[in-house]
C-alpha cells in the first residue's frame, strides 16, 4: 500500500517533466553540480533544457538544469566509489585542503605519576596528491608542565573508498607555556630516565625551567566517512619526545618519553 501511494505521488509530480523529456537515450556520466557535489549515474535533460532528470542507483529525481556546473564522462579523480561498477550517488569534496582533529592518551608506564597524559591536536593538510597529504598542526598536551606542540605532518591513505586505513607521522617540537613545576627528585622518582645531566651530582630539590623538546609519533589508523566532507578516525602509533630542563646553575636535564599514542579525530573538508 505505502509503495503504491508513493509510486501515484512520483507519478503525479513528474509526468508533466516526462512529457518534455525528449525521444533520445540517456547519456552517462558525472554530474558536477554548483554546490560542490559529484553524481554518477544516467541523465537527459528536458526539451527546453530547463530540467535535468538524473536516474542514480536506483533513484530517479529532476534537478534545475542551473545548479550544473558541468558533466564528464572521466570519473573526478578524488571521487568516493563502491567496489561495484554500479552507477550510483555519491559525493566528492573538490576542495584538497581538510582539517584532522584528534583527541587521546599517551599510554606508558603505569607507575609513573601521569601514565597517559591527555593531549588534543589539530593539523590544516594539503593533498598532493590523491592518497598523500602534507600539513602543519598545533594543539595542547598535558605532561609534567601545559606545552603546546608544533608540528608538521604527513600522511599517507593506503586505499581509496568510504572505509580508508592510513599511515600518519607527526614531528616537531614541544613549547612549554607556563612555569615548571619539576625538579630533579620529582622527574626521577617517577621512573623517568635521564638523556644527559651535566655536570652531575644533582640535588634532589634542585628546581628546573622547563625548555621544551623535539618529538616524533608515527601511527596507523583508519577512518571512514560519515557523510560528504566529514570522516572519523581512529589510530595508534609509537611517541618520542625529549623534554628538556634547566637550572639556574648551569644543570640540564633530559627527559626521553617513550609512549603508545591512542586517538579519535574527525575529518572535516
Given amino acids: 500500500m505505502v509503495k503504491l501511494l508513493l509510486?501515484?505521488?512520483?507519478?503525479?509530480?513528474?509526468?508533466?517533466?516526462?512529457?518534455?523529456?525528449?525521444?533520445?537515450?540517456?547519456?552517462?556520466?558525472?554530474?558536477?553540480?554548483?554546490?560542490?557535489?559529484?553524481i554518477k549515474g544516467d541523465y537527459i535533460y528536458t526539451s527546453d533544457l530547463e530540467k535535468i532528470q538524473i536516474v542514480s542507483q536506483q533513484s530517479t529525481f529532476v534537478l534545475d538544469a542551473s545548479e550544473v556546473e558541468f558533466i564528464s564522462k572521466n570519473r573526478p579523480p578524488r571521487i568516493k566509489q563502491d567496489k561495484t561498477d554500479n552507477f550510483d550517488e555519491v559525493v566528492v569534496s573538490n576542495n584538497r585542503f581538510f582539517n584532522?582533529?584528534?583527541?587521546?592518551?599517551?599510554?606508558?608506564?603505569?607507575?609513573?605519576?601521569?601514565?597517559?597524559?591527555?593531549?588534543v591536536s589539530s593539523s590544516f593538510n594539503y593533498s598532493v596528491f590523491s592518497k598523500l597529504s602534507f600539513g602543519l598542526g598545533s594543539g595542547v598536551e598535558f605532561l609534567h608542565e601545559t606545552?603546546?606542540?608544533?608540528?608538521?605532518?604527513?600522511?599517507?591513505?593506503?586505499?581509496?573508498?568510504?572505509?580508508?586505513?592510513?599511515?600518519?607521522?607527526?614531528?616537531?617540537?614541544?613549547?612549554?607555556?607556563?612555569?615548571?613545576?619539576?625538579?630533579?627528585?620529582?622527574?626521577?622518582?617517577?621512573?623517568n630516565a635521564p638523556g644527559m645531566i651535566w655536570p652531575w651530582p644533582v640535588e634532589e630539590n634542585t628546581p628546573f625551567k622547563a625548555k621544551g623538546g623535539f618529538l616524533v609519533?608515527?601511527?596507523?589508523?583508519?577512518?571512514?566517512?560519515?557523510?560528504?566532507?566529514?570522516?572519523?578516525?581512529?589510530?595508534?602509533?609509537?611517541?618520542?619526545?625529549r623534554l628538556n630542563y634547566a637550572a639556574n646553575?648551569?644543570?640540564?636535564?633530559?627527559?626521553?618519553?617513550n609512549r603508545l599514542t591512542i586517538k579519535l579525530g574527525i575529518i572535516i573538508n
Fill in 249 to 257: 646553575n648551569d644543570y640540564s636535564l633530559d627527559v626521553d618519553y
Fill in 7 to 38: 509510486s501515484l505521488i512520483t507519478t503525479f509530480l513528474f509526468v508533466p517533466l516526462y512529457a518534455q523529456i525528449e525521444s533520445g537515450s540517456y547519456a552517462r556520466g558525472f554530474i558536477h553540480l554548483k554546490d560542490g557535489r559529484v
Fill in 217 to 241: 609519533n608515527p601511527a596507523i589508523g583508519i577512518f571512514s566517512q560519515t557523510r560528504s566532507g566529514y570522516a572519523i578516525t581512529i589510530s595508534a602509533g609509537y611517541r618520542f619526545h
Fill in 147 to 191: 606545552y603546546v606542540p608544533a608540528t608538521v605532518n604527513a600522511m599517507y591513505n593506503l586505499r581509496s573508498g568510504r572505509t580508508v586505513p592510513f599511515l600518519i607521522l607527526h614531528g616537531g617540537y614541544l613549547f612549554p607555556i607556563e612555569k615548571s613545576r619539576t625538579s630533579y627528585g620529582a622527574i626521577i622518582n617517577n621512573g
Fill in 100 to 119: 584532522l582533529s584528534e583527541m587521546g592518551l599517551l599510554v606508558g608506564n603505569p607507575e609513573n605519576r601521569q601514565s597517559a597524559p591527555f593531549v
